[in-house]
């Protein structure tokens, strides 16, 4: 069930990519990003609008009375907080929705790159064994041309520097940097400390980007390269959305506004 609906659709779509483009399967991997992205584009607005709407209910009038009156009870405040979520329509969980989604793609991108990778006879058969053969020619695809920049997108990556006598894992800190920006963009400005939902969101968004980094030191680096070019095609998403808000990034930007706006006074 999961090689048919997920690995297989994967490998026949990368490599069909790759073949169409002169066979570069870096710029294949990218290519089938942006794919990803415009096919889940729906949910990324989806996205925006919650988090637009978590920021608005810091200000909401029930909210406050509600931290207020329950400030004292966890338990019964998780409740309240619950029941107005669902009162307006607002699903807190609506940033994170687009990260777990997200989950079994790299699983299948994963398998795919390994599959696609083949150098043995057992893995040409098993590559073999995936093919939609009215698509693809195994003939045509072998071997597979897995260079990229200075990484081979078949392990995991490390950029060799003349005198040093271990590898850099440059796209292990890209990948943490750009997971922990594209999910701040969507992170409210002011999240409200006692709010337990925006302190699992907050913690996610935290954690997420580690767990990231992990997965692009220890796997293929061509997985690694999804993950930079799926940060990066986000945060044009929220960019050309209108929805970046930098100084939810960098908080040394909002003294720099607070400090302007009484200037201006």
Known sequence: MWDSLIITPFINTLLFIYNLIGQNFGVAIILFTLLIRLITHPLM?????GAQAMQDLQKNEKW?????????????????QMA?????GINPFSSCLPTLIQLPIIFGLYQAVIYA???TPIDLLNLIRHIYP??????????????????????PERLNI??????????????VLTTY??????????????????????????????????????LASGLALYFV??????????????????????????????KAGKGKK
């Open 84 to 88: 107005l979520y669902k009162e307006l």
């Open 117 to 119: 990778m083949a150098t």
């Open 229 to 258: 070019a799926s940060n990066l095609v986000g945060i044009a998403q929220y960019a050309m959305l209108g929805k970046v808000n930098w100084a939810n990034v960098f908080p040394f930007l909002k003294k720099k506004d607070v």
């Open 64 to 80: 406050l009375k509600v931290q207020e009156k329950y400030k004292g009870d966890k338990e019964k405040l998780a409740q309240e």
């Open 162 to 175: 003349p005198g040093l006598e271990f590898g850099i894992p440059v796209m292990v800190v890209i990948v």
């Open 45 to 49: 607005v989806k996205q925006i609008k």
């Open 134 to 155: 009215a698509l693809l020619k195994v003939e045509t695809l072998i071997p597979l041309n897995n260079r990229f920049l200075w990484m081979d997108l078949s392990q």
């Open 181 to 218: 920006i594209q999910g701040k963009l969507t992170q409210p400005a002011n999240p409200n400390p006692k709010d337990q939902t925006a302190a699992m969101g907050s913690m996610m968004n935290l954690y997420m980007p580690l767990f990231m980094g992990y997965l692009a030191y220890t």
